[in-house]
């Protein structure tokens, strides 16, 4: 069974950071795209970040690009988001999902993905 397991959401301040990582497991993720989306309340599902298999490709949101970092382990079967100069609009859980490398020519579009995490609460005070 595939399971997509987030940790590391928070309370924090504006400004501040949190990581989130997602740890994998389940089956063989060889050539996966992993990504993060995120969800505020009364709102739709947003894409965040993804990254390729190798780690040497990787995509962001306008809204988070120069703040936030997207990485992964492959020998733990782990992403990991690095979130930096937080905002309040940043508020929302955030999932982690994870596709096959077709999804490459979308990766915004969460349809695509075949795995999704349970999600992590984020909050970030003002």
């Known amino acids: 069974q595939v399971q997509l397991v987030e940790s590391g959401g928070g309370l924090v301040q504006a400004g501040g950071s949190l990581t989130l990582s997602c740890a994998a497991s389940?089956?063989?993720?060889?050539?996966?795209?992993m990504a993060w989306f995120r969800q505020a309340p009364g709102k739709e599902r947003d894409f965040v970040a993804a990254i390729s298999w190798s780690g040497g490709t990787t995509w962001y949101a306008t809204s988070v690009k120069g703040r936030f970092t997207i990485s992964r382990d492959n020998a733990k079967n782990t992403v990991y988001l690095l979130m930096n100069s937080l905002k309040p609009e940043d508020t929302a859980i955030y999932y982690c999902a994870t596709a096959n490398p077709a999804v490459k020519r979308a990766v915004v579009d969460g349809t695509l993905y075949d795995y999704w995490g349970q999600g992590t609460q984020v909050t970030v005070s003002s």
């Open positions: 389940g089956r063989t993720f060889t050539n996966y795209v």
